[in-house]
C-alpha cells in the first residue's frame, strides 16, 4: 500500500509561481513511477508530468513543457512540481499518483497509476 500526500496547493496571479509537494509512504517499489496529474471543473483528468524515480527521466505534457518541472528528493521520499509563468488555463486540482510500473508511452496516462494522493487546489488569476 501507498499513501500520499499533496501539498502548496494555493492561489496565485498568472505569471506566478507555485511548488506543490507530494509526501510518500509504503511500500517503496509500488511508486517506481510518480505522476502529477491535474482536473479541472466539467474537464477530464489531465496528465502532466511524470517520472521514473529509478532513473529520474521526465515526461510532460505540451501544455506545461517548458514551465513545469517534477523532481523528488528520494531522501524524504517526496516529489515535487515546479510550476513557473502559471497561466489562468492551469486552475485545476492537482493530484499526485504512483504506480509499481508505466510504459513509457503510457507515462502521463491517469489509467496507469493505482495509488492517488487527496489532491491539492490551484487557482490562476487573470
Known amino acids: 500500500q501507498v499513501h500520499l500526500v499533496e501539498s502548496g496547493g494555493g492561489s496565485v496571479q498568472a505569471g506566478g509561481s507555485l511548488r506543490l509537494s507530494c509526501a510518500a509512504s509504503?511500500?517503496?517499489?509500488?511508486?517506481?513511477?510518480m505522476g502529477w496529474f491535474r482536473q479541472a471543473p466539467g474537464k477530464e483528468r489531465e496528465g502532466v508530468a511524470a517520472?521514473?524515480?529509478?532513473?529520474?527521466?521526465?515526461y510532460y505534457s505540451d501544455s506545461v513543457k517548458g514551465r513545469f518541472t517534477i523532481s523528488q528528493d528520494n531522501a524524504k521520499n517526496t516529489v515535487f512540481l515546479q510550476m513557473n509563468s502559471l497561466k489562468p488555463e492551469d486552475t485545476a486540482t492537482y493530484y499526485c499518483?504512483?504506480?509499481?510500473?508505466?510504459?513509457?508511452?503510457?507515462?502521463?496516462?491517469?489509467?496507469?497509476?493505482?495509488?492517488w494522493g487527496q489532491g491539492t487546489q490551484v487557482t490562476v488569476s487573470s
Open positions: 509504503g511500500y517503496i517499489y509500488s511508486r517506481n513511477c
Open positions: 499518483a504512483a504506480a509499481e510500473w508505466v510504459d513509457t508511452e503510457r507515462m502521463l496516462g491517469s489509467g496507469e497509476y493505482k495509488f
Open positions: 517520472i521514473y524515480t529509478g532513473s529520474s527521466r521526465t
